[in-house]
Nanobody, 116 residues
């Protein structure tokens, strides 16, 4: 019943922007911190960004600081990842994750490809 559905991925040129969305259902969204992860072929999964359940605190991987912004809308039960100044090394499958003590839910992911 729990679902996290990512959208917004696609092909973009270096320097371009994308906004990813993750729509949540089947659980109390506002009680969970949310994160975005990414995984490129042959590489380990990387934590990209995290936002607290109330949206007041955020954390970012050093590789995306200043370029990516995580946000959430607890009325729409959606978390976003605004990605600017994209680089080829940002190419990966991006997945959202909902977490709190004793719980950890994952979406299926959306492909982001940065290429000219």
């Amino acid at each position: 019943q729990v679902q996290l559905v990512e959208s917004g991925g696609g092909l973009v040129q270096p320097g371009g922007s994308l906004r990813l969305s993750c729509a949540a259902s089947g659980f109390t969204f506002s009680s969970y911190a949310m994160s975005w992860y990414r995984q490129a072929p042959g590489k380990e999964r990387e934590l990209v960004a995290t936002i607290a359940r109330g949206g007041g605190n955020t954390n970012y991987a050093d590789s995306v600081k200043g370029r990516f912004t995580i946000s959430r809308d607890n009325v729409k039960n959606t978390v976003y990842l605004q990605m600017n100044s994209l680089k080829p090394e940002d190419t990966a499958v991006y997945s959202c994750n909902a977490w709190k003590l004793g719980h950890n839910y994952w979406g299926q992911g959306t492909q982001v490809t940065v290429s000219s």
